[in-house]
């Protein structure tokens, strides 16, 4: 039986680790020229290289390596001054060669660290090792009842992806998370997809599988000093697993320590339907992998003063950006994280970037436009409206030509495909009202029309005015300027405030 | 006593998917035993101190540019396929994980 | 003269002058294959008329005007373990029989831009591993002077070839002496160029740290020819040398050792050694002495642990690098009947498709690279290959190249060592330091042993990138035994 999570981790202290991989967004694959686009028909990006055909040899892309640097650097890792290859040695139809060229007791990078925020409190996170492998080909399972490998008569394999440079990236061990486990699982993944992206080495998409977690977790009870036996779950692939798989194993290793259980080693996987892990091959009866140093490749040894100029060149990563802008645009740890957990940041900065106020471009996306995308499920950049739109907008309601109402009205428009907020404001007719003479005729009918609010305000409760400035935007259909309204109203009953 | 038993031959050939027969696994594994006992003699040199060697000659450093190659049409990455389908290599049903 | 007979050499004069054609040439050397094939059986495979539609190809080129290599129009015994586009290529393997690969090796296709004509694919030990090509799984080749005999190997069809006048020249591989052991027992010259010197790309590989392509001639010039031809920096293979090829040609045209210090291994002699083998190393010892020579003997205590480091080493390779012979992609496959798991018929197609020699190796290298084993087997086995390294070192800072007996003995009985391991893995003794050091070494032939009138060879061994020295020594050694004996040693080879 699995147990409560808050039952859980009353009895319980987790501790994680976690294993990204992280396909590089190199041209050519690892050690061959093959193309790497993803999607491509089957076995249209291989030669005899990724094919593993007798007599074929890897070399190393350049690219690749200093992308794994990069990625070293950004997690604050010391790299390596001579380190190899090694081979993986393991059956598998997925893998050509039968092994996997990867790293062993020589990573590339190692002994780095990076800082991600949990509900507005920084949480260290230390990396064990970062290193360079090769993806394997992938295959279908064909026939049996649901397409997966078990039951299956028999599987086709397509190598296109075979060969593919793989980072992965490893966390030293992660004790002290208490409660907050599965979210400083996410925030971690989410920081580390964050700075693949801002070094552009990996497009880190989790659903094309360009990212790849492996969740490790373990339980020790509360005030033990010696961690308990860890499970390996595989097979979570997006932000929101990393969470739940967490949270499951918690769960479920709990549960069978709780009834006087063991935990097993093993592999897991991790099921998106239900949300749950089920067990894997046993690492007890796990294969042997006889790592030695690959043969094909010679060693490499990083120039130290290329380092330095690696590292020299790294753009600004995502955290300190973030500082830097919840500084320039005034925010509140509370605004910033709500902007950062909507992935908003990138929007309002280019946003602004166009002309538009900080504070008017985060009210925009983290209002009407966040709603939006969340009533149609679509990520905020997957809204049909740019960043440029959106200044225009606030400009337009600057200068005084739009209003809030009617500047929701043009966003509406431009989401609804009928053009540019300009060409939407035309169409719609949608300009404010600023004819005074137009203006003043519509105020004279509603002062006609509201005798009883008149006499009010006349005998000086001027807040009664209100409901005849809300008349007036009635009556023009929203297109008055309110400030304006009032302004005349006043002046009309002779009244000042 | 031997250097390796019968069962340990038998694991040998397991990891190394060769399916051998009760006799193959008699006649290897005296044979093995021998050679393990002689190729032993390594320990005989002192080499504590001494770095090991994975390679002849000490290059280093040796990439290709990030530049895509002409590879195979997939008839030819086929062409030598004991079975195709779908312009895929079609293997034998897989067992163990879910990749 | 007929055109068997005739050198490389002047076989690429000839051609080049308009003597004689490249068809005539492969045309003359295809009769001669049909006529000893069936005694010697040195090919695997044999095409006539792919092989006289390259000869065309070359005299086509020629006509053209094109400007090709000295060999332009040579043709070439090929060892079956280089891939080549329009033949088959096996590894002498059931596991690839019929496998025709969509691309050549970097030797073929350098073979192939020098004008050399491919007569076909030459025979081996399965996979290189062995000593006498009785671990082929298509059938022994034998030994031209005596056709009970082994020809070496592992690329025993490539020396049997050339020593049976099938071919002028030969491709080889050597992994622990798999070019030098062979030219050693059939009296041909063998090179092993420094590793890294000739490209590994598109070679099948044995051992990737150890294997290198190399040439087999009747002769130390044309051995040099060939060198010359397919070495070189390769981009498609991440250990190979870019540097210039050293200037084996000149060297080979310069049989001059005055002043040369020459060091012999103490290591390499005595017992187990078989008389006449040692009679004639020492009188090679003694002639370079008198051509101006200072000989010295120098003592490499550790070459004696060379052969069980080798077979750790080796092996260990061996059993990641034919880990992709899995009957998925190419090759054999057995027992695929619906049912069984792609597992199950990995474990059978390798079990049917790999010899015994080749299983050994696997589960050796398996158990040498072993959580818990590897420590004190491979890992010690390459510290001791850091040990050889050094005494090499060491030893040419005396002397300019080193020498040996290439093998113990001379050619020995087809079936006498074939279910004896341990005998067999004694042919390499001398060869395989330098395997494991990566330095040039050659074998060349200095006479007949008394008691069984069969060839015996001298090892040069040279500095890495220094294989010049090896060309150097061995033509000095060819011209003045040649002028002792008043022609090429295998003019006293029976006729086939």
């Known amino acids: 039986m699995t147990m409560l999570y808050d039952e859980a981790l009353d009895r319980f202290e987790p501790v994680l680790g976690l294993e990204t991989h992280v396909e590089l967004g190199t041209k050519s694959k690892m050690f061959c020229g093959c193309k790497t686009t993803f999607g491509a028909p089957p076995n249209t990006q291989v030669c005899p290289t990724c094919l593993a055909f007798p007599g074929a040899l890897p070399v190393a892309n350049a690219a690749a390596i200093e992308s794994t640097i990069r990625i070293g650097l950004a997690l604050n890792c010391s790299i390596a001054e001579w380190c190899r290859f090694a081979r993986k040695n393991y059956f598998y139809p997925d893998m050509p060669k039968n092994y996997q060229i990867s790293q062993y007791d020589e990573p590339l990078c190692f002994d780095g660290y990076i800082d991600v925020e949990v509900n507005g409190e920084p949480v260290r996170i230390e990396i064990e090792r970062v290193h360079l492998e090769e993806d394997t080909g992938k295959s279908t399972h064909v026939g049996g009842a649901t397409g997966r490998i078990h039951g299956a008569d028999y599987s086709i394999v397509d190598y296109n992806r075979a060969g593919i440079p793989l980072v992965e990236i490893v966390t030293k061990p992660i004790p002290g998370t208490d409660r907050l486990a599965p979210e400083v699982a996410k925030a971690y993944v989410t920081e580390l997809r964050e700075i693949m992206r801002s070094l552009g080495v990996s497009d880190v998409r989790m659903e094309e599988g360009s990212l790849r977690c492996d969740v490790n977790v373990s339980l020790m009870p509360r005030g033990a000093s010696e961690w308990g036996t860890r499970t390996e779950t595989k097979n979570v692939n997006s932000l929101r697993s990393v969470e739940r798989a967490v949270r499951s194993e918690i769960e479920r290793q709990a549960g069978v320590l709780a009834e006087g259980g063991k935990i097993v080693q093993e592999t897991r996987h991790f099921h998106e339907d239900t949300g749950t892990t089920t067990s894997g091959r046993s690492k007890e009866e796990a294969q042997d992998y006889r790592y030695f140093p690959e043969p094909d490749l010679v060693p490499i040894a990083p120039d130290p003063a290329w380092v330095a100029k690696l590292k020299e060149a790294l753009p600004e990563l995502p955290l300190a950006r973030r500082k830097r802008l919840q500084a320039e645009w005034a925010l509140s740890d509370h605004d910033m994280q709500a902007m950062h957990n909507a992935d908003a940041i990138d929007l309002v900065e280019a946003t602004v970037a166009a002309g538009a106020p900080a504070a008017d471009a985060r009210k925009w996306w983290m209002g009407e436009l966040a709603r939006r995308a969340n009533e149609t499920g679509v990520p905020l950049s997957g809204l049909p409206i740019t960043p440029v739109q959106i200044a225009r907008v606030t400009e337009l309601v600057a200068s005084g030509a739009l209003n809030d109402k009617l500047a929701r009205e043009v966003l509406e428009g431009v989401l609804a495909g009928e053009g540019t907020p300009d060409e939407v404001v035309e169409r719609r007719g949608l300009q404010i009202v600023n004819d005074e003479g137009e203006l003043s005729a519509i105020i004279d009918q509603v002062l006609a029309d509201n005798a009883d609010a008149v006499e009010k305000v006349r005998s000086g409760k001027i807040a009664a005015a209100g409901a005849l400035v809300g008349g007036v935007m009635r009556a023009s259909k929203g297109k008055a300027d309110a400030a304006r309204a009032r302004q005349l109203i006043l002046e009309k009953l002779g009244v000042s405030e | 006593m031997s250097a390796i038993t019968r069962d340990e031959v038998a694991h040998l050939a397991r990891l190394s998917r060769l399916a051998l027969t009760d006799d193959e696994l008699d006649h290897y594994a005296t044979q093995l035993d021998a050679i393990i006992e002689s190729v032993a003699k390594v320990a005989e040199v002192a080499a504590e101190d001494v770095p090991p060697s994975s390679h002849a000659l000490p290059l280093t450093n040796v990439f290709r540019a990030d530049e895509v190659q002409p590879g195979l049409a997939p008839e030819q990455a086929l062409s030598g396929a004991p079975a195709v389908e779908d312009d895929r290599f079609r293997v034998p049903r897989i067992l163990g994980e879910e990749a | ?496």
């Open chain 3, 1 to 496: 003269m007929s055109l068997i007979r005739k050198t490389a050499a002047e076989l690429g004069t000839m051609v080049a002058s308009g003597e004689v054609t490249a068809v005539e040439v492969a045309e003359a050397h295809l009769d001669r294959m049909a006529e000893v094939e069936p005694k010697v059986n040195a090919f695997l495979h044999v095409d006539r008329e792919t092989t006289l539609e390259q000869a065309r190809a070359v005299d086509a080129r020629l006509r053209a005007g094109e400007k090709l290599g000295p060999l332009a129009g040579v043709p070439i015994a090929h060892k079956d373990i280089f891939t080549t586009r329009d033949m088959p290529t096996t590894a002498a393997s059931k596991i690839l029989k019929g496998w025709r690969p969509p691309y050549d090796a970097t030797v073929t296709a350098r073979l192939r831009a020098a004008g050399l004509v491919i007569l076909g694919k030459t025979n081996l030990d399965e996979f290189a591993m062995g000593s006498s090509t009785e671990n082929s799984a298509y059938g022994t080749t034998r030994n031209p002077w005596d056709l009970s005999r082994v020809p070496g190997g592992s690329s025993g069809g490539s020396s049997a070839a050339v020593a049976a006048y099938e071919a002028p020249l030969s491709t080889g591989t050597d992994t622990g002496g798999s070019i030098r052991q062979p030219a050693s027992v059939t009296g041909i010259v063998g090179m092993k160029p420094t590793y890294g010197g000739s490209s590994r790309y598109g070679l099948i590989a044995f051992a990737s740290s150890l294997d290198t392509p190399g040439p087999f001639a009747r002769n130390v010039l044309d051995a040099a020819l060939l060198h010359e031809a397919f070495s070189g920096h390769d981009p498609m293979d991440s250990t190979s040398i870019d540097a210039p090829v050293p200037s084996v040609v000149e060297a080979a045209r310069t049989p001059d050792v005055a002043g040369m210090r020459i060091g012999v291994v103490k290591e390499f002699s005595g017992e187990g050694y078989q008389p006449g083998v040692l009679a004639r190393y020492h009188e090679a010892v003694q002639l370079l002495e008198s051509l101006g020579a200072k000989v010295v003997e120098v003592s490499c205590p550790s070459f004696l642990t060379a052969l069980p480091a080798y077979y750790l080493i080796a092996p260990s390779e061996c059993s990641s690098n034919l880990a992709r012979f899995d009957a998925m992609r190419y090759g054999l496959r057995v027992g695929d009947d619906g049912t069984r798991s792609a597992e199950e018929v990995m474990a059978l197609t390798r079990a049917a498709g790999f010899g015994p020699e080749v299983k050994r190796r696997i589960m050796l290298g398996t158990y040498a690279l072993s959580s818990g084993y590897y420590d004190a087997y491979y890992g010690q086995a390459q510290k001791v290959r850091t040990v050889i390294s050094r005494e090499f070192e060491a030893a040419f800072h005396q002397v300019d190249v080193l020498v040996s007996p290439t093998t113990p003995t001379t050619a020995f009985p087809i079936g006498e060592r074939a279910d004896d391991p341990m005998a067999m893995y004694l042919a390499d003794l001398c060869t395989i330091p330098s395997n494991l050091a990566g330095n040039a070494a050659m074998s060349v032939p200095v006479g007949l042993a008394d008691e069984d009138g069969l060839p015996v060879g001298l090892q040069i061994m040279a500095p890495v990138l220094a294989d010049d020295r090896c060309y150097r020594v061995g033509a000095a050694v060819e011209q003045a035994l040649e002028s002792r004996w008043g022609g090429p040693l295998l003019k006293e080879a029976p006729s086939l």
